[in-house]
């Protein structure tokens, strides 16, 4: 029976001393860029599969992967949830989650890593429009969105990992420009999420079909007081 000490669980990597030690960091929400398919890649396969314990406990840790960022007080778009809607799961599906069971399953398809990052930098927009700030890769992600905010090594393999920070990333809460309502058919509400080049901070879209929104209402005024 393998056990853990209760010093190397407590402890805080370095990956999250540095998000945590960001400005406002509590406001913003992070994204693990496929965290199974790197282990596999970049972990388990290297060692035929006999990575030790502390190098499985290491690349966990640092990577902050399914709910483990919890730990931290950190908050992520990914992870388990027995109550996430189906809605949210075809969201995470398309900017390549691969802790999703149901929907597309885009992350588990038959694209090369480089197709699949290009895909991903191509779902940026709904990534900022979920709040992301903060995205952890073993890959390099090269796009003007992105700076590299933090470079790191996990693991006694020394493997590098990668924090960027998206300068796109909307706020969570944030006065709409203006405002168009989505259709309640859950398909034809993806398809228009996933229309290119949308701008989610020119243009905030609602799930509310019943909404009457008065076409003056549609678009923000010149001067908004809040009070």
């Known amino acids: 029976l393998q056990s853990l000490s209760a010093a190397t669980f407590e402890a805080v990597p370095e990956s999250a001393q540095f998000i945590l030690g960001q400005p406002e960091s509590e406001l913003y929400r992070v994204y693990t860029l496929f965290y199974c398919s790197s282990k596999f890649r970049f972990l388990d396969a290297p060692l035929l599969g006999r990575a030790s314990q502390d190098d499985q406990i290491a690349f966990l840790h640092d990577l902050m992967p399914v709910n483990s960022n919890l730990r931290y007080g950190i908050q992520s778009i990914d992870g388990y949830d027995n109550f996430m809607t189906r809605r949210t799961v075809n969201l995470l599906d398309e900017v390549l989650s691969e802790t999703m069971t149901s929907g597309n399953l885009i992350a588990e398809s038959r694209l090369t890593s480089e197709e699949k990052i290009a895909l991903f930098l191509e ?8 709040n992301v700030k903060y ?6 992600l090269e796009d003007s969105r ?7 090594k996990t693991t006694s393999r020394q493997i590098s990992f990668y924090i960027y ?8 809460f944030y006065l709409a420009k203006s405002v168009a309502v989505l259709p309640e058919d859950e398909t034809k509400m993806l398809e228009e ?11 905030t879209l609602l799930e509310c079909e019943d909404c009457k929104i008065p076409e003056a209402s549609r678009q923000a005024p010149d001067d908004l007081q809040v009070i």
Do not use: C, H, Q
């Open 135 to 140: 995205i952890l890769s073993l890959y390099k």
């Open 165 to 172: 920070e998206n300068k796109t990333v909307l706020p969570r």
């Open 193 to 203: 999420v996933l229309k290119p080049n949308r701008d989610f901070g020119a243009e």
């Open 123 to 130: 779902r940026l927009p709904i990534v900022s429009m979920m």
């Open 146 to 152: 992105l700076s590299l905010a933090w470079e790191g």
